[in-house]
């Protein structure tokens, strides 16, 4: 038998030729085989069922990095639909939805006329998944011609991926295989089920949620903790996707291409003004004097604080908006990170005291003095800025912070309206791969940063790991305090935004890391049909990244 050598991590291994990634980790290091879920042959990544054929370098990708978990739980759904398939007899007497993130988890919907969600299916399935992870069974991939795949998907009653390929430009297309069952999967997946020890299945609601591990902990499934506010927010964009009649990027492309997509922005554009109205009359009937707005990075949190002004003036009340980034300690009071960097996003950055006594002294109808804080010289300076509340005056506060109890601890309640706005992308690839809302607010930052601050992509992706740690530790732990949340997410975005991002994202050098990232965000776009940006209303919150609005500066 003909050898090859390989460079493991390092360390030269002769192996024989045609010997697969997964069998090269099996035989060098058996006690970590189901750590790792793809590898980089030669700096490029591929799959461990990838064929070695000649002498090459590789590099490992765990479960325990962004791209190995997201590999894991795109197996982990295989897993989950096949099983439902087995149990419930084939795949022309249901579909399982992936909807949307739910606690760490993906909520799920069973759609059938014959059968429900119980406990007891619940658990057959979960039953079912374990048998097939205990076997160990193999995950087999297919290239196939594109016609190919979508006359297999009609065969099995896919209508979402057999539109979602009439639009695409491909000629090949790959598809999985697990015991029989097919399906296609945006990304790589891993060779087999042993590798998919950890998960959960529970019910919840009218659906049930798929648990997997989290990059930090890729041996353990979290506790699944229901956010009901961020279940109802996502219920109720599902609900206006329906209303559109756009559930997935297919559907969005027929509406491109049939001419009825201007009317669907009209009325999308329409729904979030009837949103913001809503909350303005909220805030009017409660006579709430501060209005608290927070939320994760590329949210739109500015373009919404403007419309959200508008309609308070309309509703007869006078907005003042304050910027809560005015109340940081002074620099040398700012607390540090455990390598002893200023740590700019923790709640300790915040000058709470003073925060906290200004706004009691509006509230009181005292006048007070705003603070300017100085960012080049770390200090907050006085410039004469005066404000007192009377009658009708409201405040819009924006800020990391604001809607964490220790930012307005000492403000009552009743005067307090808080609001958490998100970009939650409510539109999926198709039934089986949803669209994650990082990655919508992803590419909104790309854009923006290149406009606004001379940004190149690659920076943006290299720092957004570090965006998303803050987020996870300052913001998403305190979205259940809102009042309201509110959906930022435009059906129709990533048609518009893909020709603005595409040009920045191929500008990424092959030879950094954050080239892979870069790639992928490629490939993602590449589903969507363009769509003209004059279309879009200048007060739309997708003018804060594309530019162009009424708003800008």
């Not at 038998?1 to 460079?7: A, H, L, S, T």
């Amino acid at each position: 038998m003909e050898k090859i050598k390989i460079v493991l991590e390092g360390k030269e291994l002769e192996v024989n030729i045609r010997t697969t990634v997964a069998e090269v980790i099996a035989m060098a290091m058996p006690e970590q085989k189901y750590d790792f879920v793809l590898a980089m042959k030669n700096k490029k990544l591929c799959e461990l069922g990838t064929v070695l054929d000649r002498d090459c370098e590789l590099e490992l990708v765990s479960k325990r990095s962004v791209i190995g978990i997201d590999t894991y739980r795109r197996s982990l759904t295989l897993l989950m639909v096949k099983s439902f398939s087995d149990v419930l007899g084939g795949v022309h007497n249901h579909s399982i939805e992936v909807m949307y993130s739910m606690g760490k988890g993906y909520f799920c919907r069973l759609i059938s006329d014959e059968f429900k969600i119980s406990d007891e299916l619940i658990a057959n399935v979960k039953a079912r998944m374990q048998e097939i992870v205990d076997d160990d069974e193999i995950i087999m991939k297919e290239s196939v011609g594109t016609d190919e795949a979508v006359k297999r998907f009609r065969r099995q009653g896919m209508s979402d991926k057999e539109k979602l390929f009439y639009f695409r430009r491909v000629s090949k297309v790959n598809v999985y295989n697990l015991g029989g069952y097919e399906d296609y999967f945006y990304g790589y997946m891993v060779p087999s089920t042993g590798y998919l020890k950890n998960f959960d299945l529970l019910p919840y609601e009218d659906g049930f949620v798929l648990m997997a591990p989290t990059k930090e902990n890729a041996d353990v499934v979290p506790e699944f903790i229901p956010q009901q506010k961020l279940f109802n927010v996502l219920k109720t964009s599902d609900e206006w996707s329906k209303t559109l009649d756009v559930s997935n990027v297919g559907d969005l492309n027929e509406a491109i291409t049939n001419g009825s997509i201007r009317e669907l922005m009209l009325v999308q554009e329409a729904l979030q003004e009837k949103q913001i109205a809503h909350i303005a009359d909220l805030i009017k009937q409660g006579e709430k004097k501060i209005v608290l707005i927070a939320g994760p990075s590329s949210s739109g949190k500015t373009t919404f604080s403007h419309r959200l002004s508008i309609q308070l003036r309309a509703h007869g009340l006078r907005p003042y908006p304050l910027a809560l980034d005015n109340y940081f300690v002074d620099r040398e009071h700012t607390p540090k990170d455990e390598n002893g960097n200023y740590d700019f996003e923790c709640i300790e950055a915040m000058d709470l005291e003073l925060f906290n006594s200004d706004m009691s002294k509006l509230l009181a109808g005292e006048e007070i003095e705003i603070p300017t804080f100085n960012f080049t010289l770390g200090k907050k300076e006085y410039k004469g800025k005066k404000m007192k509340l009377n009658e009708g005056d409201v405040l819009v506060a924006e800020g990391i912070h604001a809607l964490n109890p220790k930012m307005t601890v000492k403000l009552p309640d009743e005067s307090k309206f808080k609001v958490y706005i998100s970009a939650l992308t409510q539109l999926n690839i198709d039934e089986h791969n949803r669209i994650p809302t990082t990655d919508g607010r992803l590419i909104r930052r790309i854009v923006r940063d290149a406009r606004t601050r001379g940004n190149d992509a690659r920076g943006t992706i290299g720092m957004w790991n570090s965006v998303r740690r803050g987020e996870e530790k300052y913001i998403f732990p305190f979205q259940e305090e809102a009042d309201i949340m509110f959906n930022s997410a435009l059906i129709y975005e990533l048609s518009v935004i893909k020709q603005y991002a595409e040009p920045l994202l191929f500008a990424v050098p092959r030879d950094c890391v954050e080239y892979y990232e870069a790639k992928r965000l490629l490939k993602f776009l590449d589903y969507f049909l363009g769509l003209e940006v004059t279309n879009v209303p200048n007060n739309s919150i997708l003018r804060e990244f594309t530019g162009g609005g009424c708003f800008d500066l």
